[in-house]
């Protein structure tokens, strides 16, 4: 039983207009509200997506193909729709620069934070302007350049050294995975690159992510060191809510989404967050990434999410309280109780993880029986949940499609390899005017 009670007359929007239908964080959001009897809609890209099939959804509503200009007026029609004040839950960057920037319209239908800046969100969320925030508020962060030529790319590497983190900018502009091809694959957010070739290769396709290649010092991995912040900031820029947590695991690994995170106590990194986070009169959900610098103290921040973490539900406290029933509580008008800690509990994301930790098994970083170790004191799971077991059967049918697709394809382009085999001569049609009389 939870020690507080959310308004069940305020139902809950969550917004998600990045397409990602294995987007494990949409789900925790419809399950923590829908649990605690708030009645919970969706803007999703379908609804053959798993988290449109749970059970604590009470309607989905299917994105159009380029949301563009007409989000704001089909978000008010659904505000007019569902009846009631509403709680808006943005769960991608898109989403959440958009909410921010049209927020003194969408307050019409919706509760949501309102910055007092509404270009604050924006900075935030790009890597280069974090940077540069970074500097200013005395904040450690990695030495990051943003070439403008090919030269300025090779002094870069150089400067920094090898290997390196590359990021786009603003990576809400990359275009969506679907879209990649076998000669072109998806542009990821954030990658390790290990060679200038491998540098250059990224930087000759800024054209296509639409945003600024940005190439980061690689803060060398140490043990228990990666680690991220999620909290709830109030309009007078008070922290009501917020929790730390290590990065075991990720995926990909070594530069990605947590993938086996585990709520531990960092007051270092608290402090660094409220400071950071309050100072510059932050409202609404944050998740911030930070890296432990080996051999010293500081922590340097990664990146700034403006927005709602995938693995928020590995900070559900003693009392049920989540980041996002804060939020819910705080925007309609109700105290937002204490934390109450549960150090030691796990998040597992079940897609990810597995083969995260073969890969590093067979390059003899992880032991079999390390990875049966580190499950232990797992409390929540990204997908499975014997109250809602939908959602986590389709997105392993829709995995295994996926991979049944990639094996079509990769036959597909070694075929036509072949094929284009050096030696091979390719057959000419036969022209209609030489056959058969």
């Not at 007359?9 to 399950?31: C, E, F, K, Q, S």
């Not at 193909?65 to 709680?87: H, N, S």
């Not at 919706?110 to 800046?117: R, S, T, W, Y």
């Amino acid at each position: 039983m939870s020690g507080f009670g959310l308004d069940s007359a305020v139902p809950a929007l969550v917004l998600r207009i990045d397409r990602n239908p294995l987007h494990h964080g949409t789900l925790g959001a419809i399950r923590s509200l829908g649990r605690a009897g708030v009645e919970v809609h969706a803007v999703l890209e379908d609804r053959g997506v798993p988290a449109a099939r749970s059970r604590y959804l009470r309607r989905v509503y299917p994105m159009g193909p380029e949301p563009g200009p007409v989000l704001l007026g089909g978000l008010l029609r659904l505000g007019e729709r569902i009846g009631r004040p509403t709680l808006l839950v943005t769960m991608d960057d898109a989403g959440a620069l958009f909410a921010a920037e049209n927020a003194e319209a969408l307050r019409e239908r919706f509760l949501l934070p309102v910055p007092k800046d509404a270009g604050l969100p924006r900075r935030l969320a790009d890597k280069q302007a974090v940077a540069e925030l970074c500097r200013s508020w005395g904040v450690p962060h990695p030495r990051t350049e943003a070439p403008a030529d090919a030269l300025g790319l090779r002094a870069a590497v150089a400067a920094l050294g090898l290997p390196l983190i590359a990021k786009w900018a603003r990576p809400w502009l990359l275009p969506a995975a679907a879209t990649a091809s076998a000669a072109a694959p998806p542009l990821r957010s954030t990658q390790v690159v290990r060679t200038r070739a491998e540098a250059e290769a990224l930087f000759a396709r800024r054209g296509e992510a639409g945003t600024t290649l940005l190439l980061q010092e690689l803060l060398p991995e140490s043990p228990q060191g990666d680690w991220f912040f999620h909290g709830y900031f109030d309009a007078a820029g008070r922290c009501l809510f917020g929790a730390t947590g290590r990065k075991d695991r990720s995926w990909p690994p070594h530069a990605g989404l947590t993938a086996l995170g585990r709520w531990l106590p960092n007051p270092d990194i608290f402090g660094l967050a409220e400071r950071l986070a309050g100072g510059i009169g932050y409202h609404g959900v944050v998740d911030l990434d930070f890296r432990r610098e080996p051999g010293t103290d500081r922590y340097h921040l990664l990146d700034f999410n403006p927005r709602l973490g995938a693995q928020f539900r590995l900070f559900a406290d003693g009392s049920g309280l989540d980041v996002v029933r804060a939020m819910h509580l705080d925007l309609t008008g109700r105290r937002v109780p204490a934390v109450r800690p549960r150090p030691g509990r796990g998040f597992w994301v079940e897609n990810y993880d597995p083969v995260g930790a073969l890969r590093l098994m067979r390059e003899g970083e992880l032991a079999p029986a390390a990875f049966v170790r580190s499950l232990r004191g797992v409390g929540e799971r990204a997908w499975f949940a014997a109250d809602d077991p939908v959602p986590f059967a389709l997105m392993w049918r829709q995995l295994a499609a996926r991979g049944a697709a990639r094996a079509l394809r990769g036959r597909a382009r070694r075929r036509a390899d072949e094929e284009q085999a050096p030696g091979r001569v390719p057959l000419e049609p036969i022209a209609a005017s030489e056959g058969p009389a």
